[in-house]
C-alpha cells in the first residue's frame, strides 16, 4: 500500500533533549512538509522541500532542524531551543511541484510530542 | 501574504440535514487552488474536495460541494445529507499557482452532527 508513515505515534521527550520524528513516503512524490497543529490552530508549516538534499523554511522554523537525503525520507528535529515544542506534528507529501496543476498534499497520521 | 479565515470555531448539524461551512482568503492574485480538507477524531487529515481558481464551475464530490465566489474571496463548503461520520475538524485551504506548492491553511470549523 502506498502512504505516508510517521513515527513514533506518541513522543515524550525531557526538556532540554533533542528529539526526531520520522516520516517515510513510497507515493514517489517529490515535495515533503512538516507541520504543528497545536489546539485552536489550524496547521502551521515548519519545513519543506521540493525536491532531495533542499529544504526551505516555512513560517515558524525556529528551534527545528531537517534533513532530506532521500526521496522518501524527510526527518525532522526539534531541538531545545524549541520553547514550546508540546503539539502535533504532520508529515505530508505531494507530487513533483508544477503550477498548472492541483499538487494536493497527502498526509501521515501524525506524532504527538510532549515535552515532560 | 495570503491569509485564510474561517469564521465559526464550531458548527453543529442533524444527521440528514445540510449544512455549510464558511471560508474566505486574502490574495493579490488571480490564479490559485483551494482545498477543504477534513480531519476526524484519528487527526488523520483527508482531502474533501478541490478548486480550481479559474474554473468558475463549483466542484462537486458526492455530498460534498462549494460556493466558489472568486470577487469575493469566498469558499464555502456545503455537506448535504450529513451523517455522522461527517463529524469532524474541517480546514479550509489555499496555494498560490506561482509560489510553488505550500498552502496555507484556516484555523478550522469542528463540525458536530448530532442523531
Known amino acids: 500500500d502506498g502512504g505516508i508513515t510517521q513515527s513514533p505515534k506518541y513522543l515524550f521527550r525531557k526538556e532540554g533533549q533533542n528529539v526526531t520524528l520520522s516520516c517515510e513516503q513510497n507515493l514517489n512524490h517529490d515535495a515533503m512538509y512538516w507541520y504543528r497543529q497545536d489546539p485552536g490552530q489550524g496547521l502551521r508549516l515548519i519545513y519543506y522541500?521540493?525536491?532531495?538534499?533542499?529544504?526551505q523554511k516555512g513560517d515558524i522554523a525556529e528551534g527545528y532542524s531537517v534533513s532530506r537525503e532521500k526521496k522518501e525520507s524527510f526527518p525532522l528535529t526539534v531541538t531545545s531551543a524549541q520553547k514550546n515544542p508540546t503539539a502535533f506534528y504532520l508529515c505530508?507529501?505531494?507530487?513533483?511541484?508544477?503550477?498548472?496543476?492541483?499538487?494536493?498534499?497527502?498526509f501521515g497520521p501524525g506524532t504527538r510530542l510532549t515535552v515532560l | 501574504a495570503q491569509t485564510v479565515t474561517q469564521s465559526q470555531p464550531e458548527m453543529s448539524v442533524q444527521e440528514a440535514e445540510t449544512v455549510t461551512l464558511s471560508c474566505t482568503y486574502d490574495t493579490s492574485e488571480s490564479d490559485y487552488y483551494l482545498f477543504w480538507y477534513k480531519q476526524p477524531p484519528s487527526r488523520q487529515m483527508i482531502l474533501v474536495i478541490r478548486q480550481e481558481a479559474y474554473k468558475q464551475q463549483n466542484a462537486t464530490e458526492n455530498r460534498f460541494s462549494v460556493n466558489f465566489q472568486k470577487a469575493a474571496k469566498s469558499f464555502s463548503l456545503k455537506i448535504s445529507d450529513s451523517q455522522l461520520g461527517d463529524a469532524a475538524m474541517y480546514f479550509c485551504?489555499?496555494?498560490?499557482?506561482?509560489?510553488?506548492?505550500?498552502?496555507?491553511f484556516g484555523e478550522g470549523t469542528q463540525l458536530t452532527v448530532n442523531p
Open positions: 485551504a489555499y496555494r498560490s499557482a506561482r509560489s510553488g506548492s505550500r498552502l496555507t
Open positions: 505530508a507529501s505531494s507530487p513533483r511541484t508544477s503550477p498548472s496543476s492541483y499538487n494536493e498534499q497527502f
Open positions: 522541500s521540493q525536491i532531495v538534499n533542499d529544504f
